[in-house]
């Protein structure tokens, strides 16, 4: 069973950044697939970002240029580090595990994820 803890969420004003952690159970990171997802309040879960295996990624048309997702093997650890942040991207973010094929990893809408974190809360204003 995969468990995944995140933090890094915070209040920050517009325009500042943040860096979002997710530590996974042994093994996670080299092995599945890792996204993260959001959902504000009132709106549908959207995914965010998500990187494969191989460490190709993918980013969500409303972040690409201000977010970047990246993982540490040695340490478990996925990260968001999103900058140029706008009121927008309020949110609880929650990171995502799954053995997915490329294709879908790599599909924020279709990629269907097994394992969930509990979130972390962004709040830009």
């Known amino acids: 069973h995969v468990q995944l803890v995140e933090s890094g969420g915070g209040s920050v004003q517009v325009g500042g950044s943040l860096r979002l952690s997710c530590v996974a159970s042994?093994?996670?990171?080299?092995?599945?697939?890792m996204a993260w997802f959001r959902q504000a309040p009132g709106k549908k879960r959207e995914g965010v970002a998500a990187i494969d295996i191989d460490g190709a990624t993918t980013y969500a048309d409303s972040v690409k240029d201000r977010v970047t997702i990246s993982h540490d093997n040695a340490k478990n650890t996925l990260y968001l580090q999103m900058n140029s942040l706008k009121p927008e991207d309020t949110a609880l973010y929650s990171c995502a595990a799954g053995l997915l094929v490329p294709s879908l990893c790599l599909d924020l809408v279709r990629g269907n994820f097994e394992f969930w974190g509990q979130g972390t809360q962004v709040t830009v204003s």
């Open positions: 042994d093994d996670t990171i080299g092995r599945y697939c």
